[in-house]
C-alpha cells in the first residue's frame, strides 16, 4: 500500500524507551527515506522519518509529561506524530495520551500482532490472555490495567473495530474529544486503522512498533543513506532484563564460546566492581555480561546506571561491538560511552535490530522480553558473519 500523501509528509515517530525506539526505526528498512534514532530531541530536524527516544520510562509522571509536549512542540504541523509505547503498556501510556490529547485527536492501535498482542473489546491480550491474567508485569513496581478504558481514566475514550465504517467511528470520536481505541487482531487491520485514521485533521497515532510498520508500509521502497556495517569480531553482550527467558539465552550464548561475567548488583551500587575485570575478559574475546543477584524493581533503573558506568570503564582498547537487551540498560550504556545517534541497517529478528553507531561501532537493541531460547546466539553470529550476504535490508512487509 502506498500513498502520494504519505510520501510527502514527515514522520515523526517517539518512543519512551531505546530499544522501542530501534524497534519502531526498523520497520523503516528498505524505504525511502532511511530513519536515523536520535538520543533525545535536541537540535534533531523532523523531515522524512525521523525516530526520537525521549527516554521517560523510568521518570516520574509529570517529567514524562513535560519531554513529550517540549518534543512535540519542534515537530512541523504537517507531520505525522507517533507516540510508540510498550508492546505490554509499561511506562508512562496513559499520561502520555493525555499530553497527545491536549494538542488534536488521538487514535490508539496499541497491538503487536507479530508477538501474540492483539487488542479486543479495548483490552490488551497476550497470546490470548487479558494482560493483567498475565505474569508480563512480574518486574514492575504496580499492576497492570485491566482495559484501555481504566489505562486512559483521566480522559473519555471510545473502542472501535475495524470494520467497514471505521473512518466514521474515528471522525465521531474526533469531534467528541474521545480517545479512539482499536481493536487489533491483524497487521492487516493496522492497515486499516491507518487508511481511516487518515480523514482526521490532525490526528496523533499511539502503537507499537507493528503501527511504526503500518506507516512504513506506505512508503516507497528503496536504501538511500543506509549506512555500512563492519564485521563484529569482538562483542560485548549486556543483558540487563529481568526476563527468565534471559537466563537460558546467555547459558547458550556461553556454550558458543562467549566469556561470562557476572556482577553482584549490591557490588556494583557500591562501586565495588572493579572494570579491569572487564577490560582483561575483552582481551580474551567476546563477552557476555549480566547481574547475577536478584535486584528489586525500585532499584532495577540504578543498577542500570551503574552497570553502563563499568561497561563505560571496562571497555578494553580494541572498542567491542555492543549488544544491548533491555530498554533502560541499552539506553544507560550508550548515553555512558557518549553515543547520539543510531543508524539502522538490519534486524537479525523482530525487535533484535542491527545499527551503526555516532562513534563507528555496530550496536545491536533488543527488548527484554523478545527472542527464543537462541536469540543472542543467533545475533551473536549475524554479527560475525561476513558481509556478502545481506548488506542491504530488505522492506520490511
Known amino acids: 500500500m502506498t500513498s502520494d500523501v504519505a510520501c510527502r509528509r514527515p514522520v515523526a515517530i517517539l518512543a519512551d524507551d531505546l530499544s522501542g525506539a530501534a524497534e519502531a526505526a ?10 536515523a534514532l536520535h538520543l533525545g530531541p535536541a537540535d534533531v530536524r523532523f523531515d522524512g522519518v525521523t525516530v ?29 506524530v507517533l507516540a510508540k509505547v510498550d508492546s505490554l503498556l509499561r511506562g508512562h501510556v496513559g499520561p502520555w495520551a493525555e499530553v497527545l490529547a491536549e494538542r488534536g485527536p488521538v487514535v490508539v492501535a496499541a497491538a503487536l500482532p507479530a508477538l501474540g498482542r492483539t487488542v479486543r473489546a479495548g483490552v490488551l491480550h497476550v497470546e490470548g ?58 497487521d492487516a487491520d493496522l492497515d486499516l486503522v491507518l487508511a481511516a485514521s487518515r480523514s482526521i485533521p490532525g490526528v496523533q497515532l499511539m502503537g507499537t512498533s507493528a503501527l511504526a510498520a503500518a506507516v512504513a508500509r506506505t512508503l516507497p521502497t528503496g536504501t538511500d543513506g543506509v549506512a555500512p556495517r563492519r564485521e563484529s ?22 556454550r558458543t564460546g562467549t566469556r561470562h561475567l557476572a556482577l553482584d548488583a549490591d557490588d556494583l551500587l557500591d562501586g565495588l566492581a572493579d572494570p579491569g575485570d572487564l577490560a582483561r575478559a575483552l582481551e580474551d574475546g567476546s563477552v557476555v555480561l549480566t547481574v547475577a543477584s536478584a535486584v528489586r524493581p525500585d532499584r532495577t533503573d540504578a543498577v542500570s546506571v551503574a552497570l553502563a558506568r563499568f561497561v563505560a570503564a571496562g571497555q578494553s582498547r580494541r572498542r567491542p561491538d555492543l549488544m544491548l537487551t533491555g530498554g533502560a540498560t541499552a539506553r544507560a550504556v550508550v548515553d555512558a560511552i557518549g553515543l547520539t545517534t543510531l543508524h539502522p541497517v538490519d534486524q537479525v529478528h523482530h525487535g533484535a535490530v542491527v545499527s551503526v553507531a555516532s562513534d563507528g561501532r555496530t550496536v545491536v537493541t533488543r527488548p527484554g522480553s523478545f527472542g527464543d531460547l537462541f536469540s543472542l546466539t543467533d545475533i551473536a553470529r549475524h554479527l560475525a558473519e561476513p558481509l556478502t550476504v545481506r548488506t542491504q535490508p530488505k522492506a520490511l512487509t
Open 52 to 80: 526520537v527516544d525521549l527516554n521517560t520510562r523510568a521518570l516520574a509522571t509529570t517529567h514524562a509529561q513535560n519531554a513529550l509536549r517540549s518534543a512535540l512542540e519542534a515537530i512541523p504541523s504537517d507531520a505525522l
Open 26 to 35: 526498523s520497520a523503516f528498512l528498505g524505504r525511502l527515506s532511511a530513519p
Open 233 to 254: 569480531p569482538l562483542l560485548l553482550t549486556v543483558v540487563g532484563t529481568a526476563e527468565p527467558v534471559a537466563v537460558q539465552q546467555v547459558t547458550e550464548l556461553v
Open 129 to 186: 490472555v487479558p494482560l493483567h491474567q498475565t505474569r508480563a508485569w512480574h518486574a514492575e513496581l504496580s499492576s497492570p490495567p485491566a482495559s484501555f478504558a481504566d489505562l486512559f481514566a483521566d480522559h473519555p475514550t471510545v473502542t472501535t473495530s475495524p470494520t467497514a465504517n471505521l473512518a466514521d467511528s474515528l471522525r465521531q470520536a474526533a469531534a467528541g474529544g474521545r480517545i479512539a481505541v482499536c481493536d487489533v487482531a491483524t
